[in-house]
């Protein structure tokens, strides 16, 4: 089980973007690594092609960020927090939170 998941609101320690904070929108766990909103944007400039009818010009696009460079930011307490797990009675495993003990998945 991964410590990210879509949808959560993590925060960046590495990379050009190290202290921002932003939503996954996806999850690539074959190769570890999230794509999250506004974070660790790439630029692709791109040539005009007549023949292809491709306009030309800059695309901008979110890069993956390794997981090992994400800290789930619990909502519990509002921090960026390791992550532990837990499995409830009726078998469920949920992340909690190492700073408060809080239950990150509601
Ligand atoms: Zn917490």
């Given at each position: 089980m991964l410590h990210v998941k879509a949808n959560d609101q993590v925060l960046v320690?590495?990379?050009?973007?190290?202290?921002k904070t932003g939503r996954v929108l996806q999850v690539l766990s074959d190769r570890k690594r999230a794509v999250i909103e506004r974070i660790n944007m790439i630029y692709r400039h791109t040539r005009q092609n007549p023949q292809q009818n491709v306009q030309g010009g800059i695309l901008e696009k979110e890069a993956p960020v390794a997981l090992s460079n994400l800290q789930v930011i619990c909502r519990e307490c509002n921090q960026a927090s390791r992550v532990g797990y837990s499995r409830l009675s009726d078998g469920k495993k949920v992340r909690i939170c190492k700073k408060c003990g809080g239950t990150i998945d509601k």
């Open positions: 320690l590495a990379g050009k973007d190290r202290g």
